[in-house]
């Protein structure tokens, strides 16, 4: 599907996972520490120019499109992404 979402998704370290996209291109992503604690790690797509950490995410750290960042128990955050065609 070129535009949707999923919901529900489960990672590793109790995190649930919803994800939206538009024009096969990333747009939000929900994240909830279920159980568990300890850092997130979340691989963003290529062509991201900005991420914005909306909720109780703390960031740790950027590199390599690798974003690094503490979510406690029972806390959730929304990635908003914008990539080079969301210009």
Same mark, same amino acid.
Do not use: H
């Given at each position: 599907?070129?535009?949707? @979402?999923?919901?529900?998704? *489960?990672?590793? !370290?109790?995190? =649930? $996972?919803? #994800?939206?996209?538009?024009?096969?291109?990333? %747009? @939000?992503?929900?994240?909830? *520490?279920?159980? !568990?604690?300890? =850092? $997130?790690? #979340?691989?963003?797509?290529?062509?991201?120019? %900005?991420?914005?950490?909306?909720?109780?995410?703390?960031?740790?750290?950027?590199?390599?499109?690798?974003?690094?960042?503490?979510?406690?128990?029972?806390?959730?955050?929304?990635?908003?992404?914008?990539?080079?065609?969301?210009?």
């Amino acid at each position: 599907w070129v535009t949707g @979402s999923v919901s529900g998704l *489960r990672a590793r !370290g109790g995190i =649930e $996972v919803s #994800v939206s996209w538009n024009d096969g291109r990333l %747009t @939000s992503a929900r994240l909830r *520490r279920v159980w !568990g604690e300890g =850092e $997130v790690r #979340v691989m963003l797509p290529p062509d991201t120019d %900005t991420v914005k950490i909306r909720g109780e995410g703390e960031l740790l750290g950027l590199e390599d499109r690798i974003l690094r960042m503490r979510l406690p128990k029972g806390g959730a955050c929304t990635l908003l992404v914008a990539t080079g065609t969301d210009r």
